[in-house]
């Protein structure tokens, strides 16, 4: 689901020439193959020219789902330090992004900025303390949880508790219930939005702009649903025979045509000289609602490449190698003390970071400080979210669904082996990267190699061809589509990864992940928000 979401705008309210505007924007499920500079058949204008004249992230990583990926975005830290390394957080869970946790925001507000975020929030909202606004926002526009429609702005969410399904709005504006907006489709309402932040913004007084996105929803409840889009967008798109690839198309080009009216804003508001605008897609494509991440292997929610190798780029007058590519290895974790440093603010009051600043990397093109990555351990993780809805679109991936202890050993054959001494409990669903190599432990998810879209798959299902091992390995700067597993061959740089994860491991904080607290019903009438 392409649908506009999270934009943060920061307009710094005291004027300090060197601090430039800060424009994130962050696309939701945005596959691979979704943007048309990596050949798809999908057409992104604004993103194809503003990338080219900057910087190019094609070795980028970001996390396989989108409270993650936001959370890491937010804190500069591993899921597994915030005792958030499973899944999303769901509308009736009481928990949010650990309160003692410093955000981006807060830290760009001390660096003088002024703070703005319209979009998917997604990092709890059980009560008024998670709520974004206080959290570091001066303002705030957009949805607190995720997968609303896109016209009524309504995200329905099952209550086991209470065996119902409730239906209700999730639109704010600041912390009150924005009503009056059914009908205006997503994408433009928040890019509306975004652009009078800009043009409000008054350039004796500010100088920063920080954070836009554009977004999905994240799981989304039902393909009918969330696959809305004004025809004008789909008009072009004729030739696509796949019916959820076509309206995914034309949402794709309504989320471009917004980033191309954020800059434009930008530009006409003489702000864009001193602006750094960053894109980033949340996590890889889900083909089951019309995105690809072809070639790569697997999809939104696994830990193969197609989940987490992100489309990302940074745009600006500011960048000092622009029209280049960078395929220097740069993490969502990383933004944090990037744009911190870039504002000439401190990360004090931060616990310790996992991101980098990588800002040398993409404007001057110098090595990346980033060695290695953790993509994620997950002891919990199983594969697809309970969407309460109708499995068999899953039919890709039909048997693995659950990732359980009684399924586990049929999917994963040579179990035990040379593995049992690391420490680390290969069950466990993880990958670790460090420079070339990647290991992957447990059950990354599902594994197929989705055929590129208008194209029919002639390959066999990969684990009959290549049964899943519970730790594997690959190189991934000469194999990116993981399709030679050479763990045999190496086993002395299994053996360091292994010692690599449970080193990681022992730093992990519990997983938090509360039962769904059936007082979050807002009743048939009412908005989810904060009930504690
Ligand atoms: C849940 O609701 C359904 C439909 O209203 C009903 O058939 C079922 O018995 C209910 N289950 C429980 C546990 O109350
Ligand atoms: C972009 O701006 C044009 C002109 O104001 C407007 O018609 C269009 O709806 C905007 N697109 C989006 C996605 O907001
Ligand atoms: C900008 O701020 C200055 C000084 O506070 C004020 O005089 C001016 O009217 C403002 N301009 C706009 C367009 O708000
Ligand atoms: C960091 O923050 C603490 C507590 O807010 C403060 O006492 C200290 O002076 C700060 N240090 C720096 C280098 O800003
Ligand atoms: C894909 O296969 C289907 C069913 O066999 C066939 O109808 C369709 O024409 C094929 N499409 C392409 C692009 O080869």
């Known amino acids: ?132 606004t206080r959290r570091g926002f001066d303002s705030f526009f957009g949805y607190l949880t995720g997968s609303e429609d896109y016209d009524t702005h309504v995200r329905c969410s099952p209550i086991a508790a209470l065996n119902l399904t409730r239906c209700a709005l999730d639109l704010r504006d600041g912390e009150a219930v924005a009503t009056g907006y059914k009908g205006e489709y997503s994408t433009e309402l928040l890019s509306q939005r975004a652009t009078s932040i800009i043009e409000k913004h008054n350039s004796s007084k500010v100088t920063h702009t920080h954070g836009f996105s554009s977004l999905l929803s994240c799981p989304a409840t039902a393909a009918h649903r969330a696959l809305t889009v004004p025809e004008r967008y789909v008009a072009p798109y004729g030739f696509i025979e796949d019916h959820s690839r076509r309206l995914y198309a034309g949402m794709v080009s309504a989320m471009d045509e917004a980033v191309g009216n954020i800059t434009l804003a930008l530009q006409q508001g003489g702000l864009w000289d001193n602006t750094v605008l960053v894109f980033s897609t949340d996590n890889g494509g889900q083909t089951l609602y019309g995105g690809s991440n072809w070639p790569l292997r697997g999809r939104k929610w696994s830990l193969w490449e197609g989940g987490i190798r992100g489309v990302g780029f940074v745009a600006s007058p500011l960048l000092m190698q622009p029209g280049t590519v960078s395929r220097e290895l740069i993490h969502v974790s990383d933004w944090l003390p990037t744009l911190v440093g870039l504002a000439g603010g401190s990360t004090n009051g931060t616990k310790p970071l996992d991101g980098f600043n990588v800002w040398n990397a993409i404007s001057k093109g110098f090595a990346s400080p980033r060695l290695e990555l953790l993509h994620n351990i997950d002891p919990l993780y199983n594969d697809i979210a309970p969407l309460g809805g109708d499995l068999s679109i899953c039919y890709e991936c039909d048997e693995i669904h659950v990732f359980d202890s009684v399924k586990m050993p049929k999917l994963l054959k040579n179990l035990g082996g040379s593995w049992a001494n690391s420490g680390f409990n290969v069950y466990f669903h993880a990958a670790i990267r460090s420079s070339n190599w990647k290991l992957l432990t447990g059950y990354p998810g599902c594994d197929i190699w989705f055929p590129q879209p208008g194209h029919n798959s002639s390959e066999p299902r990969p684990s009959e061809v290549d049964p899943l091992k519970p730790v594997m390995l690959f190189d991934i700067e000469k194999d990116p589509e993981e399709r030679k597993e050479i763990s045999d061959q190496f086993p002395r740089i299994v053996e360091y990864l292994l010692g690599r994860l449970y080193q990681h491991q022992k730093s992990a904080v519990p997983i938090n992940f509360p039962d769904d607290d059936p007082k979050c019903d807002p009743g048939p009438t009412g908005a989810w928000g904060p009930w504690a």
């Not at 999270?6 to 979704?34: C, N």
């Not at 410093?102 to 703070?115: R, S």
Request: charge should be neutral; proline fraction near 8%.
């Open 1 to 132: 689901m392409m649908q506009l979401s999270a934009l943060l705008v920061s307009l710094p309210a005291v004027f300090a020439a060197q601090q430039p505007h800060i424009v994130f924007v962050l696309a939701d499920d945005f596959g691979w193959y979704d943007v048309g500079y990596h050949g798809s058949e999908i057409s992104t204008p604004n993103l194809d020219k503003l990338s080219a004249a900057g910087v190019r992230l094609e070795n980028y990583y970001v996390q396989p789902l989108c409270t993650p990926s936001r959370n890491l975005l937010m804190t500069g830290r591993y899921q597994i330090h915030t005792g958030m390394q499973h899944q999303i957080i769901w509308p009736c869970q009481p928990y949010c992004v650990p309160l003692d946790e410093k955000l981006l925001p807060q830290l760009m507000k001390e660096a003088g900025y002024a703070t703005h975020m319209v979009g998917k929030w997604h990092l709890g909202m059980y009560k008024k303390d998670c709520l974004p």
